[in-house]
């Protein structure tokens, strides 16, 4: 059966391949290259985040844990699996997801940085974005499944084209479906040569805005970020010098290193992210958007949702 999936960030390209390994013939139409969505700016770690009700969203979390830790097998996926710290300035309760994806142990303040109050160490998937969707991009096209670029102004121009359409627009959610809710947040890191950091580290913080979070690769570290009501990607260098001066005072390691690069990107937020099947005119349309920050921490899982109700509406027809 015909599929046509809409978007190829983290979440349209993971559906497409969970969709493509089933058996489906999948074509993905994209408006831009694969590695130059908002997802190939972004850090990125399993982590993830409230966006939704708490069974699901760890569900989802869970099987893309088990997911991307079978993929870090690969040597040319960009994938790790590595230990490193949440920390926080005041005290924190256990993560949700630590009793069903991976458990976490305690850190003493006095093994924390200076001015961090409680933490715990884990180990989770660090990816390294471009990478990373080039071997997605790679597996989709083993499996059968194609790319195209066209610019789509809303979905009823593709429906009919397939009996399935599943939508991972993500921010382009807003006018393809369209749906007023979803808003863009800005999000800023650094790259910079990597001085021997092998662990990851992060701030556990409420309050939106100034973030901090260092993200080894092999050559490189991911230094983050920011997360603004702004959709405006320019790259801003009063932000970038914050960033990193904020990194370096947890990681003086990174005083030296040498800057490679900046990425800045618009994350899908929504106030639930939305998984759910609809018959549009005859189609069955699927949509997955909205994740926020959390796409690639949730991107197997509802690939595997987005799966199963496109399995339910096969058998329909």
């Not at 924190?92 to 715990?120: E, N």
């Not at 627009?169 to 863009?184: F, I, K, N, S, Y």
């Amino acid at each position: 059966m015909k599929v046509l999936v809409v978007g190829c960030g983290v979440s349209g390209l993971s559906c497409a391949i969970t969709l493509a390994e089933d058996g489906f013939e999948v074509l993905v139409i994209t408006a831009e290259d694969i590695l130059t969505t908002a997802s190939a700016r972004s850090g990125a770690m399993w982590t993830p985040h409230p966006v939704g009700p708490e069974a699901e969203v760890l569900r989802w979390a869970a099987q893309t844990y088990r997911g991307l830790a079978s993929i870090a097998e690969s040597d040319d996926a960009g994938v790790r699996m590595l230990s490193g710290v949440n920390a926080a300035r005041r005290p924190v309760d256990d993560p949700p997801w630590a009793t069903r994806c991976t458990p976490i142990r305690r850190v003493p303040a006095k093994d924390l940085p200076d001015g961090y109050a409680d933490g715990f160490t884990f180990v989770a998937p660090v990816v390294d974005m471009p990478r990373y969707l080039t071997y997605l991009r790679n597996r989709l096209e083993h499996a059968g499944g194609r790319v195209r670029q066209a610019v789509l102004g809303s979905l009823g121009e593709v429906l009919g084209a397939a009996p399935i359409v599943v939508n991972c627009a993500g921010l382009g959610a807003r006018e393809l479906v369209p749906d007023a809710t979803m808003r863009g947040v800005r999000g800023a890191l650094v790259v910079t040569a990597n001085p021997g950091i092998d662990r990851f580290f992060a701030e556990i913080s409420e309050v939106a805005g100034d973030m901090l979070y260092i993200y080894p690769h092999a050559s490189t570290v991911v230094l983050g970020g920011i997360a603004s009501e702004d959709e405006n990607a320019r790259h801003r260098p009063e932000e970038a010098e914050a960033i990193l001066k904020r990194c370096t005072a947890v990681e003086p390691r990174l005083a030296g290193a040498e800057t490679l690069g900046f990425r800045t990107g618009v994350r899908p937020v929504r106030p639930v992210v939305r998984v759910e099947a609809e018959v549009v005119a005859g189609t069955t349309v699927i949509h997955d958007y909205g994740h926020g920050g959390a796409g690639v921490s949730l991107s197997w899982g509802c690939a595997q949702t987005v799966r199963e109700l496109a399995e339910l509406a096969g058998r329909a027809l």
